[in-house]
């Protein structure tokens, strides 16, 4: 795949100076220590934290993204402490405290398959986080992290989400952030700025994604409800506070997701037995949860002997109101659906894909770019907090590569876009984001083009840009912001083709 | 209702009584009472985070889609519904603060029914352009007949910010607050801070959870609610609800539907509760005022009825009733001790609230300078400004609910001073007790809190007048910051990397020195207005008071200068009309004592104090 301009470079002066770093500061052991960690971490999978707050979904979403019933998820506050998941040859949990050695807990599956935590009593406050391996392919390339809930009732679980998440001047523990909310409060912008270190160079919301969630909900669960979602998703995404302070928004309802990507035949069966019966009973069915499980004895007779009380109630917990009424206008719509294309058309519709191209584009493509930040602000951190003799060459190193990089000033132009301090027309805007990377890195996409596009007419397309933007950077009419704005596009498209050509 | 027009039976006629025994200056404050009754509004406020369902919750309550709902777009202005025995109709109301007199004007257009979403929903009328003050909505429901007042408030902005705090000054006035929060999670502290304080603020305060249709755990949430309740040591019933089957119901007369639709229980807990508790005081007042003037009026017959019976004391009562004339005549003074109390107690009164709310906005200036020096403005502006914002309105809307409470409770000891004032002069009213007196003084303040230009203010909305006020200083002051931004933003991208340091850290400082003026500028902006509003509100509380308790002593002295002019007369009969005027006498005492049983019986099915 041909991506532009080439990143190699950024990735290999962040290890370098890494390791610089870890010369210079050998003997100090704490120093030392942090520095190495995140040498390490260089090579690990992305690390994508998932945040918002209480009760937003944070779990289900993590689940579906997995494929599985992995973290644990009840109507109630649930998760408590900070849990990373990665890939790894066999389950295991390891707790570690905020003192002490980390230990390993039991592994146990709950009833509805969740990986069921228990702490053996050790208080929630005094745990650091637990990590639990599992193996899945879903975790293969990125780990994620499962976060309590901020604006929780317990004010401990939610200070210690806000901790994680915005711990003072260190650069975070995720590379990248998918922030959910159910709808754009207060509270959410509060805290996407918070998430944000101040410093001018490194002021982006390249590493955040907010995921309008719960999205099912949104139309009290009427049929168009995700139609609705996706309306306000994407008027979120031209909000101007909001795009300062995220890349972009999707809306996505990860119980339908989870649901689609894990249905069972006999859940199949259930919902195919509920299709066959008379519209007008499952729409009197459907006017509430408790009508559905525990409907009047003038509907009950209505329904087959196969599909149970027990059967129903199931089924409502794995689908909702919303993913019920669905299926089974899928169904009726095509009676020949099977288990596989319902499954399929429900995970459609909950805007997963929409979200896993997303997270494709802005973060697995741009992991490099992502670590080295990462990486840089641990150096920084550790040159501020033990300035040395050998410290002023390393802080002028990091300065060079935050203010050198092409790609670091590409994110900087980003930002100057979104918070609209760049006097752009709009059309023009729209397209200097697009080819300074805002939809996603990869040179046809830079260009507008199909992604599949080839690299003809990629080549064709980068010229005709270059030359708009050259004669916008010289003309005596944009002031100096803008003309230095263009001129960042402009070497966005030489690099771009400088990708092209070169094999 | 059929209580309420007991007692105004029993109002007129105890008025008919003044006019036949020739005492019209007794009937002012009857017909005071009698229209407050006649007037039974019970006002109850709507409040919640935003997208709880707020708008369904009112639109199910009256079946009738009044309130516009929609999945994305909130509802931008209050939204007042009451009951009306014609047709539908939509008043949208706009306030104007008047020069001069600070007193404000309403403005009232009647517009059609269609367009009440053009003036209330977010679309139709974003940031409230059309600067509306709120709509009024009357329909003919049964359910408002009782003299309920539906207000569904903006869910903008949530329950913690300035919005928010505006809501929490209206809270006095209300007679009930329902809290509106869905089925889809527990209680979050926002939530409940803000249940905690309602509680102390307004009498009757009630959870609505909604959208129980829509999730399958909702009794497990109403649990976990019903924890947090207890928990936090909030009395609160707890009342699950479903609009969209209320609706449903209503469409297709289930009556299976309607039950688990949730709303007999709230409507239920309006009437029962709310109503009946506004029912309880309106009877209260109305027995006290009708005891108290039927008493006045028995006064004189009993004197003369006395010196008729005995004529050879009649010089001896004659002197007691001059000397009690006299020291209710004292009471008129600007030395009796309830004037005095009255006076000092608000000269202290003012002075406190001044304090503390220059000692609230000093600690706000404080903080908000150690924030500014913690960051940069530039990054965090919008952030900070909502948090200035916020704090400074919540700081006076907290002094303004401190000082309404301290009002009342200052009226309380006025009224006890009063009575104990006319105790040792007045045997008379001693039957009467402190309660009696004191009694009156609660409701009577209570409705007029509503006039209070603050409060009403703090209600409608956030345009306008005080609400106004607040927003204008903040919009200045953004604006003047606003023009950094672009400035400043330019002049990183135009220097060279090395340059851009020591200029980046004078235009630092610069930009904090900026904020640091524009937060004191509208905390200054503030502070004059609030100040001039609560200094303004306790004038009004005082001048009330005082008018009250100085027509209550007129009164008194004209009664006892009715009864030793009776009793004068007495002697002077003929001893042969004596034996008839007795008679007579006695029948009326009779007569008034029926009154008076029945003002006794119309309180006493009510619980006690």
Redesign the interface.
Known sequence: MTSAPPRQNLGSRARSLLRSALDEYADSPQAAGWLRHHLDRFDEPLRLAIAGKVKAGKSTLLNALVGEEIAATDAGECTRVVTWYSDGPSPRIVLHPREGEPRQLRTRRGEHGGLVVDLDGTPPETVDRLTVDWPSSGLRTTALIDTPGIASLTADAAGRAGEFLTPDEAPGQADAVLYLMRHLHAADARFLESFHDRHVARATPVNTVAVLSRADEIGVGRLDALLSARRIAERYRTDEKLSTLCQTVVAVAGLLALTGRTLRQDEYLALRGLAAVDRSVTEGLLLSADRFVTPPPSLSAALPDSVGAEVRAALLARLGVFGVRTSLSLLRQDPSTDAAALAAALVARSGLDELRTVLDTQFTERRDLLKARSALLAVELVVRREPRAGSRALAGEIEKVFAGAHEFAELRLLSALRSRTVTLSPEAREEAERLVGGAGSRTAVRLGLDPEADAGACRVAAVEALGRWRKRASSPLSDRATADACGVVVRSCEGMLVSLTSP | MADTSKALALIDLALQATEAYGRPDLSGRLRATRARIADPDVRVLVVG???QGKSALVNALVNADVCPVD??ISTAVTTVVKYTSGQPAVTVVRETAAAGDGESREERTDVPLEDVQRYVSEAGNPGNRENVSYVEVRLPRRVLSTGLVVVDTPGV??L??AHGQMTMGALPTADAVLLVSDA???????E?RFLTQAMSLCPNVACVLT????????R??AE?DRG?LTKAGVAAELLPT?S??RQ?AARTNDA??NE?AGFKALVGYLRDRVSRQAEVLDRRSASQDVLSVVEQMAQKMRTELEAQQDPGQAEALIARLKDAQERAESLKKRSARWQLTLNDGFGDLQSDIEYDLRDRMRSIQKEAEERVDE??PL??W??FA?WVHSAVAGAASTNFVWASQRARHLAGQVADHFVAGGQQALPAIERLGPRGLGGQVNPMIRPDMERYRLGQKLFTGIRGGYGGMLMAGMATSLAGLAMI??IS??V???LG?KGVKEE?TRLLAKRRADAKSSVRKHIDDVSFQVGKDSRDMLRMVQRTLRDHFQDLAQELTTSMSESVKSAQEAVRTVTTDREKRVKDLQAELERLAAVEKQAHDLVAADPKR
Request: charged share 30%; proline share 6%; glycine share 10%.
């Open positions: 985070e935003f997208k999945d994305d902005g949530g913690g910010s889809a999670q527990e209680y979050t502290a926002p409940l959208k129980t249709d829509l999730y399958p755990e909702w497990r949430i976990l947090h479903s969209v089957l449903v299976a539907l688990e960051v940069d990054d965090v919008d952030q909502d931004n672009p933003g330019g990183a991208l135009l990397a980046k």
